[in-house]
């Protein structure tokens, strides 16, 4: 299978590499000093005490689109932030409108939004939901990122055909090769936002306070401040139809506190000081909450102080 991978950071590049290690045409999408250090360089992935490291051909979005036909790929994975999905389908959809024959676009971004962006600028049935779980996997290094966790990641149209779900089973076939687990959903939306309950109750928070998932679910006090926050989100999803319910937020805090103490992504994002994905996950339940006449206080707060402290933290660094 020819493969794209759109964003060579932590999940991109665990992905990519595990997928060329299985026999796929590996390609990634890169910007800044990664692209410029790819080009030259090899990339490395440590993941349980194996070391996957190779020369990857990388790109930039332009140079993909001018040196690729749509008709050369069979999948592109997304695994930027989401707040890049906007601008990198934008230009998916100028490369792929005079095709007939285009690659499955697939999301493993956190986000509940990210595939509704993609279907505004890519043919509906192209468009795969997915994310990934049980997953800690950061740069540490230029060109260097260590990946922890069992690994699932859970895909699944959202506009089903027979087409897609063929796609579908022959991408499970590949995945299952390279040791992790995955799933192909009926439903990927209601995965998108049970996983968004999980990153609304631990990623702002720990950031906020510099802390890791575990010692804050264990407390007494701050373990009811992450079961507030995940409520809040099942509570938004019924704002579009998806209808979680309390007991599904209570699963997320078991599954949460039985998993690994983690150090979520938006903490890493902090100390790189990267925009954070605060919209796209704590922005999202307040606005849902909103629709249905509801307050998000727990979700509100964390975010709002978050973004206090952390915008005066860069204006600091930028003097
Ligand atoms: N890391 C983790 O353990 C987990 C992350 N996730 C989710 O996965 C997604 C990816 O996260 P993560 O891997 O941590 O992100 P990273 O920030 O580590 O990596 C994203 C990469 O994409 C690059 N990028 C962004 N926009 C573009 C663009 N237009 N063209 C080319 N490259 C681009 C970034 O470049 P630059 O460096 O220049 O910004 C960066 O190298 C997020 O939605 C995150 O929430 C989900 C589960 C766990
Ligand atoms: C919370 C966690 C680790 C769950 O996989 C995640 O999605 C993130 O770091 O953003």
Not at 166 to 185: N, R, Y
Request: a negative charge; charged letters at 25%.
């Amino acid at each position: 299978m020819n493969i794209v991978v759109i964003g060579a950071g932590g999940i991109g590049a665990f992905y990519g590499m595990i997928l060329d290690k299985v026999g796929c045409n590996l390609t990634f999408v890169a910007r800044n000093e990664t692209l410029e250090f790819l080009k030259n360089n090899k990339m490395k992935v440590t993941y349980q005490n194996e070391v996957m490291e190779k020369k990857i051909d990388t790109y930039s979005i332009d140079e993909l689109i001018n040196k690729f036909k749509p008709e050369d790929i069979d999948a592109v994975f997304i695994a930027t932030k989401a707040m890049s999905t906007e601008q990198i389908s934008k230009k998916l959809s100028s490369w792929t409108e005079n095709s007939s024959n285009i690659p499955y676009y697939i999301s493993l971004q956190n986000g509940v939004e990210n595939e509704d962006i993609m279907e505004k600028y890519y043919k509906k049935e192209y468009v795969i939901g997915g994310l990934t779980r049980l997953i800690v996997s950061h740069t540490i290094s230029l060109g260097h990122v260590h990946c922890e966790g069992e690994v699932q990641t859970l895909l699944g149209a959202l506009n089903h055909t027979n087409e897609n779900k063929k796609f579908l089973d022959e991408l499970k076939l590949i995945l299952d090769k390279t040791g992790t687990t995955t799933f192909v959903c009926e439903d990927i939306r209601l995965e998108l936002w049970n996983k968004l309950i999980i990153n609304n109750g631990v990623n702002a928070i720990c950031a906020l306070v510099q802390e890791e998932s575990g010692p804050l679910i264990r407390d007494e006090k701050t373990s009811k401040l992450i079961y507030g926050l995940m409520s809040e989100a099942a509570k938004a999803s019924n704002a579009v139809g998806v209808n979680l319910t309390q007991d599904d937020a209570k699963k997320m805090f078991e599954l949460m506190t039985n998993f690994q103490s983690v150090k979520p992504s938006m903490w890493v994002d902090t100390e790189n000081n990267r925009d954070l994905e605060l919209d796209e996950i704590c922005g999202v339940v307040i606005r849902n909450c909103e629709k249905q006449g509801l307050d998000a206080p727990y979700t509100r707060t964390i975010s709002t102080l978050l973004e206090f402290v952390y915008n005066k933290k860069r204006a600091k660094i930028k003097a």
